[in-house]
DNA sequence: ACCTGAACACCGTTCAAGT
DNA sequence: ACCTGAACACCGTTCAAGT
């Protein structure tokens, strides 16, 4: 029955699926296509009916996580559409953070050693998910909240400071001084401050 | 001759530096401890006369990364003593950039999943390098040129984004717009500008 | 103390084959 | 088209043993 629906065409789901649990559960280096297919209940070569190697799933799964980032950006920016650009592009940082938190197979696998050249399809998808912020951030240019920088070089700070706060506080590598009580949401919030700020005098 | 010397107490140093190789050349995905003792010349188990496991090796590894990261940022900071505290800071973000361009390896294995807890010497090595920014910063308050903010939460902005920077340009994982024709060491000096700065108008 | 060899339970991937 | 089973060359790790 279940088996059976495998031949229908949701194994590939299914391979996505169980590829995200088992890193989330065991870390990325514990994670292997062997034991997916086992837990699905399904060979260890039928994988490859789907994808060219584990590499391919990885890149898959990554894909996966840029499309489901890039749907909650959506979401969290129409939400705060009635709040001003700086407002929004916060939102969108503690949405990144939040998404990170909540789904760490993701993280390991969406900034992962897959070219691009590769995985066009992945390459795609990460644009479009950092496309979002570049949006924003041309905005608040046009109603002068944000400096009129290229919005793209904005953007992209933004972007990568994200990427680098959420692997050190999911890898826990903060200073425990700097954690104290504060929530991953707090640090995130505060870190992007001091980002959106900047931390010269007279800036 | 060369292997009786592993009997005289290199042999740790020696895998230190054949995983490092590896690592390098081949990507941490690709390193293994038999291949790393093949190299080396000596038995599959030799290795683990001096690492618990896997884990422990990659995690002295980094260690070793953090501790020359930190030699590079005292070299740098010594030498532009004489200039401003944000030259300085300045200096130490571009420093960083190219030791983990250069030391691809460092970088895939630094801010890793071995946890504080269980290699304390990693997690000292770790602070002691973000002590570097952190000091810069304290004197740069100090001489009024850096926001009063908390030194620690403003130095640990700078250490995440240079963090996701590293691994984003590393990966290849920027929008080509952005990349251009501009080097490595360029990009990471222009975002750092915009952190630096700021991003929202009156700052 | 430092290293080796055999053994175990696992991998990713390929190939021929089954329905 | 979609999946399986056997086979190959690898892993990390443990254990008993060698000097």
Redesign the interface.
């Known amino acids: 029955m279940n088996k059976d629906s495998y031949h229908h065409g949701d194994l590939k789901h299914a391979l996505l699926v169980g590829a995200c649990e088992m890193i989330a559960t065991e870390?990325i280096?514990n994670m292997s296509l062997r034991k997916v297919a086992r837990k699905i209940g399904v060979s260890h070569n039928a994988p490859y009916q789907h994808f060219a190697d584990k590499e391919a799933l990885l890149a898959a799964v990554a894909q996966e996580g840029f499309q489901r980032l890039t749907d909650e950006l959506d979401t969290v920016i129409e939400r705060t559409s009635t709040q001003s650009c700086?407002e929004q592009l916060k939102a969108c940082g503690n949405t990144y953070i939040k998404f990170m938190m909540d789904n760490s197979a993701y993280l390991e696998v969406m900034?992962?050693?897959y070219?691009?050249e590769d995985y066009p399809e992945l390459a795609e998808a990460?644009?479009e998910s950092?496309q979002r912020l570049i949006a924003v951030?041309a905005r608040g240019q046009a109603s002068?909240?944000?400096?009129s920088?290229n919005p793209?070089?904005?953007a992209?700070?933004?972007?990568?400071?994200?990427?680098?706060?959420s692997?050190?506080l999911r890898?826990?590598?903060?200073?425990p001084?700097?954690v104290s009580e504060r929530t991953p949401t707090q640090l995130a919030s505060?870190?992007l401050d001091?980002?959106?700020?900047?931390?010269?005098?007279q800036?």
Chains 1, 2 share one sequence.
Do not use: R
């Open positions: 870390g280096q700086v900034f992962g050693p070219p691009y990460g644009l950092l951030v002068g909240e944000i400096k920088l793209v070089e904005v992209g700070t933004v972007w990568m400071s994200l990427h680098g706060l692997t050190i890898n826990g590598k903060l200073p001084q700097l505060d870190f001091v980002i959106y700020e900047g931390i010269l005098v800036a």
